[in-house]
């Protein structure tokens, strides 16, 4: 996709990709981090959208299968405190550490700008079923 179009719509892009089959890029999935959010498009004919502001997430976790360690891959767990998505899971991703690190560096200049701090947290639901056997996780 054009940086250039990809500026233009969603502002100052700090990253972008796509989720890797078999080490791959060639999946509808493109994933966009800006300097204020985490959009993520799934699609070819009829796109869908999500968008979790960079300031509501607490919590990241990496997970790499055996497969995706040999392709460097990965898959990254946003925790959020975002009610229509409080997991988001960016599947596969190229390079995932340096992914994490520009996340990271992205989520603590938002939670700066906004004064958020864990405090402001504690009320967020932590209450997920990652591993989608249809029981909450206590642990991610």
């Not at 890029?25 to 493109?30: D, L």
């Not at 899971?89 to 958020?116: C, G, H, M, N, T």
């Amino acid at each position: 996709m054009n940086m250039e179009k990809l500026r233009r719509d969603y502002g100052e892009v700090l990253w972008t990709g796509k989720k890797c089959i078999m080490g791959l890029p060639i999946s509808f999935t493109r994933y966009i981090i800006t300097d204020t959010s985490l959009y993520t498009k799934v699609g070819l004919f009829n796109v869908k959208e999500d968008e979790i502001e960079l300031y509501r997430v607490f919590d990241k976790q990496m997970n790499f299968s055996f497969f995706q360690r040999i392709v460097n891959c990965g898959t990254i767990t946003l925790m959020s405190k975002d009610t229509d998505t409080p997991a988001k899971y960016l599947k596969s991703v190229r390079r995932p550490r340096e992914v994490k690190r520009i996340l990271d560096e992205a989520v603590k200049f938002q939670r700066d700008k906004y004064y958020v701090r864990g405090r402001d947290m504690i009320g967020a639901n932590c209450n997920h079923d990652l591993d989608g056997d249809g029981e909450v996780d206590s642990e991610f």
